[in-house]
């Protein structure tokens, strides 16, 4: 299966996690970053881990009519070498953390 396919490039959201799963992964030790209403084109270098304080997004894959909608309380994970525009309805206020990439 080929791994830059954009089948297998899925943003996952995991909806209001618990307080604990929070903790665990620091989230208030991450950078901060925000951005106002409007459309992005984003493409992601690094697998990134998200969590949104406030926002609403619909994220649509290069190529692809379909899209992935998350907010305020989610906590998202976006896959290294995606390609999408966000089309941001509500300005976003989230908390980032990009994986290090492990090649040597």
């Known amino acids: 299966m080929a791994s830059d396919s954009n089948s297998n490039l899925r943003i996952t959201i995991e909806s209001n996690p618990p307080e604990s799963r929070l903790a665990e992964l620091n989230i208030k030790y991450w950078p901060k970053w925000g951005c106002s209403p409007g459309k992005y084109q984003l493409k992601f270098d ?45 300005a976003v206020d989230k908390y980032y953390k990009f994986e290090s990439p492990n090649s040597s």
């Open 46 to 90: 690094a697998e990134e881990t998200c969590y949104l304080l406030k926002g609403k997004v619909k994220a649509y894959p290069k190529g692809s009519s379909e899209f992935v909608e998350f907010g305020a309380g989610d906590l998202v994970t976006i896959p290294k070498g995606l390609n999408c525009t966000w089309d941001v309805s509500v």
